[in-house]
């Protein structure tokens, strides 16, 4: 088998976090044997790791990096490994994959670890919950729709994303 079909056999990541998470999630990809990965490198924010390599991998540069490095290694899917990331972190890394064109997962939550390890089974697509930082609200439809049902609703910021979405609802 060529390089070029093993390579379109195995998809191309790049981990955004080399500290601990990062390592583990490597770690795991290698010793379990999930040859469909091939994990290019590291991008993270702490400018004392850009340049280091970390389990034989390199980092690259911080995470405004990444749609260059997505152009020039031709990643396929990003890793987000930092599982106490704040909201407004995942939206950015979010924000740079969609630029990039590429999927991205990302690690539960540290209060959702169910033990001290990152594994690729625990990765999984970025939630609402990632994005807002707490749990989503919840209400009761039913009783709204009977409150407002034959009314005439004024929504005041229609514009913006959550007033449009009330209007379109």
Known sequence: MTHRERRRMTRSTLIVGAGE??????RDLRASGHGRF?????????????????EGL???GPADDIPAL??????????????SAPAPVIRRLVALCRASGV??????????LSECRVTLKQMRGVRIEDLLGRAPVVFDAA????TLQ???VLVTGAGGS?????ARQ
């Open 143 to 146: 009783s709204i729709r009977q």
């Open 150 to 152: 034959g009314r005439c």
């Open 162 to 166: 959550i007033g449009s979405e009330i």
């Open 21 to 26: 998470a990062g390592i583990l999630l490597v």
């Open 70 to 83: 997505v152009h020039r290694y031709r990643i396929d899917e990003v890793f987000i490994a930092i599982p």
């Open 38 to 54: 091939e994990c290019i490198g590291f991008v993270d924010d702490d400018r004392g790791k850009h340049g280091v390599l970390v």
């Open 58 to 60: 390199p980092v690259f």
């Open 103 to 112: 999927p991205c997962l990302t690690t539960p939550s540290v209060s959702d």
